[in-house]
C-alpha cells in the first residue's frame, strides 16, 4: 500500500529537483525526505529517481506514478475540503418538514438563499401539517420542522427539542359576498355564531387555531364542510357553503372571486410559526452537525 504522504514527497522532489530544495518546502530535513523516497520506492518495487550531480530526476516509473500521483492527490485535496465544509455546517443535506405556506413562506425562500450562501448544503423538502412534522423531528425522520403551534404539541421547552420562533401571522374572515357581514370593514367573530363553517380537519393546528377563537368569541363554531386545502376552503365559501379564517398569507395569489375577506374585529386570531430541530444530533442532518439550530432555519 502506497502512503500519500510519500506521494506529496515524490511532487515536491519531481517539481523542485533537488532533495535538499523539496525539504525545504516541504520543512523537512534533506535526511527525512531521502528515508521516505526510499521507502516510496521500496513500496512500489520500482526504482524511480536518478541522481546526478545536477539533481534529482524521475525514471520512466517515476514519471507513470507521478501522473497518477496528481489525481490521487487531487482528489485527496477535494475530500478534505469537502470534510472542512461538513465539519463547518457548510456542507451536508437537511430535510425539512413543513405546512404548505410554511414552505411558501419560509422555506423556498431558504433555499434559494442557501444556493447563493452555502452552496454546499442540500434541502430536502416534506409537506407536512405541525401535528405530523413535530413527531417527525423526534422520530428523526426528518431534521427540522416548520410548524404552527397547536393544542397537545411538544412545550418550547421542551428539553428534546430547540425551538426558533419565525413569524406570527393573523388569520382574515372569509364569507361569500352575498353574507351580510359582507359590507363590514370588520367581521365581529360572534357575528357569525350561527353560521355553517368551512375549516381544516381536527388535528390541523389552523383547525386549533379556528375552534379557539370562536371559543373566545363565546360559541362552538358549526363546521359543516372540512379540508386541509384552503383553496378548497375559500372555493365552499364562494359557493355560499359557509365562512372560514384562514390564515392571511394562504390568501395571497389566490383566486376570492365571490368571497370578500376582512379583519376580525378586536384581537384577531393567530398562528405562532416556529422551526424546532432535536437537540441531539440529529440521525440525517449533516448541516446543523448536532448543535440544534440548522444554519437554513435562521438564513
Given at each position: ?77 477535494r475530500a478534505e475540503a469537502e470534510l472542512a465544509a461538513y465539519g463547518a455546517g457548510q456542507a451536508g443535506t437537511v430535510t425539512v418538514a413543513a405546512f404548505a405556506t410554511g414552505i411558501a413562506e419560509v422555506v423556498a425562500p431558504a433555499v434559494a438563499r ?73 367581521v365581529p367573530l360572534a357575528e357569525l355564531a350561527k353560521d355553517c363553517w368551512i375549516g381544516p380537519y381536527p388535528g390541523n393546528p389552523c383547525h386549533d387555531v379556528v375552534v379557539l377563537a370562536c371559543e373566545i368569541a363565546g360559541f362552538q363554531p358549526r ?77
Open positions: 500500500m502506497i502512503e500519500a504522504r510519500r506521494l506529496h514527497i515524490l511532487r515536491a522532489v519531481a517539481d523542485h529537483r533537488t532533495v535538499t530544495a523539496a525539504a525545504a518546502a516541504l520543512y523537512l530535513t534533506p535526511s527525512a525526505v531521502s528515508q521516505q523516497l526510499a521507502a516510496l520506492e521500496q513500496e512500489t518495487g520500482h526504482r524511480l529517481f536518478e541522481r546526478s550531480a545536477k539533481g534529482v530526476r524521475l525514471t520512466p516509473a517515476g514519471e507513470i506514478l507521478l501522473n497518477h500521483t496528481n489525481a490521487v492527490l487531487a482528489q485527496l485535496e442557501l444556493a447563493r450562501t452555502a452552496p454546499g448544503i442540500r434541502i430536502r423538502v416534506q409537506d407536512a401539517e405541525g401535528d405530523a412534522s413535530l413527531p417527525m423531528v423526534l422520530d428523526r425522520q426528518v431534521d427540522v420542522a416548520v410548524a404552527v403551534e397547536y393544542r397537545g404539541a411538544p412545550p418550547a421547552d421542551d428539553p428534546r427539542l430547540t425551538h426558533v420562533p419565525l413569524y406570527a401571522e393573523p388569520f382574515d374572515a372569509v364569507v361569500p359576498v352575498t353574507h351580510r357581514m359582507a359590507d363590514a370593514a370588520e363546521l359543516e364542510h372540512s379540508s386541509d386545502d384552503f383553496r378548497a376552503v375559500v372555493a365552499l365559501a364562494a359557493a355560499d357553503a359557509g365562512v372560514a379564517l384562514v390564515p392571511r398569507s394562504a390568501l395571497r395569489g389566490m383566486d376570492l372571486a365571490g368571497v370578500v375577506v376582512r379583519p376580525v374585529d378586536g384581537v384577531a386570531p393567530t398562528s405562532s410559526d416556529h422551526a424546532t430541530a432535536h437537540r441531539q444530533r440529529p440521525r440525517a442532518c449533516t448541516a446543523c452537525r448536532g448543535r440544534g439550530r440548522c444554519r437554513w432555519a435562521v438564513a
